[in-house]
């Protein structure tokens, strides 16, 4: 069982640089989600998705862009890099709207120099 | 928006204490999410809330969900190693979104 998958593990972009992480999940969950986490200040909700073609902001949608074209696949974007956008990056999705656990990806570790 | 707090940020207790944190959201929850996220790990679901004055328990936690919906503590009884760790709770306020709170760093003192 895969579950949610993210890729890469870790990264170091140079400011101004553009990226993508990408989340896949074989569980054919209609819910997904990104978070950031920085030390102090918990999982911040960046983006979600209640379904293929729906994409909605969440708490800090800054910077980032999101699109979810298959119920598997659903990439953040980082449009121009800051170093304020250093933290570790986790993807998750539940099966339904809300009422279900969520499952986690292994997340991905940025630094952005 | 919502918010959601949680106390203490951080604990450090003793090999066989108790231990309980706390989750306080600004606005009335649909229901309440607990998540353990081990060092370096990533955050495991534990159990969910739905109803007012819920109580569920999970061999030595203790879950509740308050009776206006707005706040919520997990206890552990007699701590052991293995709950070292970080918990979180995650609350929804009826739209699709989970907010999680800042989370509580348990570390455990064999």
């Known amino acids: 069982n895969a579950g949610v998958t993210q890729t890469p593990k870790f990264q170091v972009l140079k400011t101004g640089q553009s990226m993508t992480l990408q989340c896949a999940q074989d569980m054919n969950h209609e819910y997904m989600s990104w978070y950031r986490q920085d030390p102090g200040m918990g999982l911040r909700l960046i983006h979600y998705s209640v379904g293929a073609g729906i994409t909605d902001q969440g708490e800090v949608p800054n910077g980032y862009n999101v699109s979810r074209s298959t119920t598997e696949d659903f990439p953040l974007r980082l449009l121009s890099a800051a170093p304020s956008q250093t933290s570790v990056y986790f993807c998750a999705s539940s099966q339904g709207t809300g009422r279900t656990e969520a499952f986690f990806g292994q997340g991905t570790r940025l630094t952005v120099v | 928006g919502q918010q959601v707090m949680q106390i203490p940020q951080y604990q450090h207790v003793q090999e066989g204490e108790d231990f309980t944190t706390y989750c306080n959201s600004s606005?009335?929850?649909?229901?309440i999410q607990w998540y353990k996220q081990r060092p370096g790990g990533h955050p495991v679901f534990l159990i969910q809330?739905?109803?007012?004055?819920e109580v569920k328990k999970q061999k030595r936690l203790t879950f509740q969900f308050g009776e206006a919906k707005k706040n919520s503590s997990l206890h552990i009884t007699a701590t052991q190693t293995t709950d070292v760790g970080t918990y979180f709770c995650?609350?929804?306020?009826?739209?699709?979104?989970?907010?999680f709170g800042t989370g509580t760093r348990l570390k455990v003192l064999a």
């Open positions: 995650a609350g929804r306020a009826g739209t699709y979104k989970y907010i």
């Open positions: 809330l739905v109803k007012s004055g």
């Open positions: 606005t009335t929850l649909s229901n």
